[in-house]
Every structure is written in C-alpha cells, then in structure tokens.
C-alpha cells in the first residue's frame, strides 16, 4: 500500500485504505483524499519545476509575492455558477467565520492590492506560485489541490500586456525543450459573446455567466448547453448567435462577423503582430470557443493545450479590468494567467523530458574509529561553512554500506578521517569520478 510517488504515476490516486494494516494498530499512511505527498523524490522534480517558474518570472522583472492559502469565502462567493465556486472548499472555522481554502490565486492578488490602496506604484507585475484547492465530490477520485504559478500586470490597459504574459510562457515552455509544434496557445477575446449579446440586447453583465456555460461546451451536450443559455434570459436566436460566434476559427472569419473597427477584432490584431514581434505567432491560434471558465475575464482570454489533445488545459488567462471594482476598490486593468503543476508534468513525461533531479552532496564524511568524532565533525563543518554540501555519517558502519550511501547521496568525495592519517594532519580523500584516492592535509581539504 506504499503510495507511489504522484508525478511519476499520474492519475494513481492512492490505495484505499488498507484495513488489514489498520487493525493491526498501523495509521492510515495515506495523505487525505485528493491530497499528494512529495517524497524527495517527487519535491526535486516539483522544485526544479517551480525553479523554473520563478526564474522565468524574474528574468521579466516580475516580483514574488504570496498570500495565505485559508482566505474569507466571500472571495470567491460569485453568482455565475463557475465550476471553480461549486467546488469550494470552505468551511466554518472555531470562530464562527465563513472561510475557504483558496481555489485560485487571483482574487487574493485582487485583495492584496487593494490593501496597498492607492500607494501601490503601477504597472505592478507581480507572481506567486501557491496552492490551490477544490471539494471535488464526484467518485471520480479527482485531485482536490494543485499548485500554480500565476503571474499578473497591473495598470496596464492595452494588449502590450497580454502579449508580454504569453511571452512568459513561451519562455518556460522552450526553457523545457517544448515548442510550438507541442503546444497550441488559444486566444479570443470576452469581447466577442459582448458584442453578440450586444446584437440581441443582452445586458453585458450575462458575458460571464454566458462564458461560464459556453466554457462546458467541450464538455457537456449542445442541447444542455443552449438550455443553460436560456434559463440565463438568452432568446434562441441570442443562443444560436452565440453558438456560431464560437466556431469562428480565423481573424478573417471574425472580422468579417463583427466588422473591421470591432474591440475585438482590433485587440486581436494588435496581438498578432506583437506575437511576430516576440516571435512566437506559430503557437497561437485564433479560437473563439475558447472562453475559459472563470467569470471576471473582460476581454482577450487565452489557454495552453497540447497538440495532441490528449490532456487538459495546460494553463490559461486573460484580462480582468473589472475584479478589482467588484470588490469595492478603484477600477485598475488587470490581466494574468494561472499555470498548473500537473498538466505540464503529464506532458513532459510523455514527451519524455520530464527530468529526474538526483539527490547529490559534495562530500560524504566518514568516521573510520569513533575516537576520531570530533574531528570528523568539525571537518563536516569547516566544509559546510565554505559551502560544500556534506553527508556527515553519523554512526560506525561498514565500508560496504559506506560506498552504497556515497551513490545513494551521489557524493563527488568520499572523506575518511581515519587515525594513521590524522596522526600525519591527513584525511583520505576519494574521488568519485575518477575513483582516484589521496591523502590530503586537512588544511587543504577547503580549496579542493
Ligand atoms: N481550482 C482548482 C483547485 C484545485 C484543483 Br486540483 N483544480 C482546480
């Protein structure tokens, strides 16, 4: 019933709970439903992963900030029936007040920088990489926690800065050796279902709730999905308007929908050709039935697929210019996206990229008589200190089980304090690589 490791097997939901272990006292070893463990082995594929985000982030001058996991349910309390509100994983704390394990990062952006109040220099381009939750209650055992990385542009109104965010994603993907021949970014715009709600005199507040539902249409059947339309208001034709405005698959085809001066379509455009600018038009693909699922998108929406169409959602965004005035602060542009950990993990490894981080040291210091303990240690230390990793031995064992911990902790040198050496000021000192041994002053074992 040993769980194993959740990067590397994906979808292995862990063993049920193994009675036979429990009633012989054993605890349940399983982490909670839908949660996932991260050995070492998986926390250095997970690390590396992470590494990467943040050093993507940072070479676009984002700045790293984090917010609680646990935030007010009323964060997330929306009247348009997204999925990512059904699924809250809120609760009542010991004190009486409505709390919700976040299943987002955005609105706790929303709120911190609305905490900063008008003080806050803009544009702010900030990332965080947090987790993130859900109650899934189907059987279907799904993952009820994520991480994500999240970056976001605030104050920025024009479509520099949606450009900008998918230059950073670009970036991460080609930084892990996918291209544009993986992976197809999607782009449309809220704009869009606007302006045909507009047509049939559809208040503009119903494009997120409408969003909301064409969002499922991969997913669930046309009728289901022109019922939910009508049960928001939409007349038949306001439904079948909306559904053709979906299957719009090329600049072109939509100017020639919404005409050439449309919001939209003029957005769009601009994209294009800052996407050439960047130099990576060849992942984009106009798609109009690409909507996304959260209601607060205002205009250009954007997500990541693999080209195979085998997965889920890889990462997605947009611009939200009107988040922030639903929470009662000043209106401010905003726009960011939201990138997984584990789509992208499910991607590397069947293009088998999916590096494996070993656990390595520099040095593996060993005690050859446990008079010589002291000194042992205080080798340990004086290597530390000049930054060397070490694996200090910690009790007597044999040289057998010596050499299989210098592989298992992938140690470059193997240092005995042995005490025909020390008497002489010497260690003796292995070489990993070239299998070479010497003894070496103790004074020189730093330089080496
Ligand atoms: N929003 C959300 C949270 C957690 C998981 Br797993 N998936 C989606």
Same mark, same amino acid.
Request: with cysteine; hydrophobic share 35%.
């Given at each position: 019933f040993l769980q194993r490791s959740f990067y590397f097997r994906p =979808?292995?939901? #862990?063993?049920?709970?193994n009675m036979w272990a429990e009633s012989k006292g054993?605890?349940?070893?399983?982490?909670?439903?839908?949660t996932r463990d991260f050995g070492p082995e998986d926390y250095r594929l997970r690390q590396w992963l992470f590494d990467e985000f943040e050093a993507v982030s940072r070479l676009f001058g984002f700045e790293q900030f984090e917010t609680p996991v646990l935030e007010s349910e009323e964060l997330f309390?929306?009247?348009?029936?997204e999925e990512i509100t059904q699924q809250l994983y809120n609760f009542e704390d010991k004190g009486g007040r409505r709390v919700a394990l976040r299943p987002e990062l955005t609105p706790s952006l929303a709120r911190l920088v609305l905490a900063q109040g =008008?003080?806050? #220099?803009?544009p702010a381009k900030w990332f965080s990489i947090g987790q993130c939750w859900r109650y899934e209650r189907t059987t279907r055992g799904r993952r009820r926690e994520h991480f994500q990385w999240n970056m976001d542009i605030i104050g920025v109104s024009g479509i520099p800065a949606e450009a900008e965010l998918l230059a950073a994603i670009v970036l991460f993907l080609e930084r892990v050796k996918l291209s544009s021949e993986d992976i197809v970014i999607k782009v449309s715009s809220r704009k869009v279902l606007q302006a045909i709600l507009e047509r049939y005199s559809v208040?503009?507040?119903?494009v997120g709730p409408v969003s909301v539902v064409v969002d499922k249409m991969e997913k669930i059947p046309l009728e289901k999905v022109e019922e939910e339309l009508s049960a928001l208001g939409l007349s038949a034709e306001a439904s079948a308007g909306i559904i053709e405005a979906t299957r719009v698959g090329s600049l072109a085809e939509l100017e020639a929908l919404l005409g050439a001066g449309n919001e939209a379509v003029l957005e769009l455009q601009q994209l294009f050709s800052l996407a050439q600018g960047y130099g990576y038009a060849d992942y984009l693909q106009l798609d109009?039935?690409?909507?996304?699922?959260?209601?607060?998108?205002t205009g250009v929406v954007f997500e990541g697929r693999d080209r195979a169409g085998q997965l889920r959602a890889i990462f997605g965004g947009g611009r939200y210019d009107r988040l922030l005035s639903t929470f009662g602060g000043e209106q401010r542009p905003c726009a960011g996206f939201g990138f997984g950990d584990c789509v992208i993990v499910e991607l590397l490894r069947d293009k088998g990229l999916l590096p494996a981080p070993a656990h390595e040291v520099d040095d593996l210091v060993v005690v050859m008589d446990e008079s010589l303990r002291e000194q042992a240690a205080g080798i340990a230390q004086k290597l530390r200190v000049a930054g060397r990793r070490v694996d200090l031995v910690l009790e007597s064992k044999k040289m057998k089980w010596v050499f299989k911990q210098a592989e298992r902790c992938g140690a470059k040198r193997l240092v005995l304090v042995a005490p025909d050496e020390w008497e002489q000021g010497l260690v003796r000192v292995k070489d990993q690589a070239t299998r070479e041994e010497h003894n070496v002053p103790v004074g020189e074992l730093i330089d080496k």
């Open positions: =979808g292995i939901i #862990p063993a049920r709970r054993l605890i349940d070893v399983q982490p909670v439903r839908g309390v929306r009247k348009a029936g =008008g003080k806050l #220099p803009l208040p503009e507040e119903s109009t039935s690409c909507v996304r699922g959260l209601a607060y998108y």
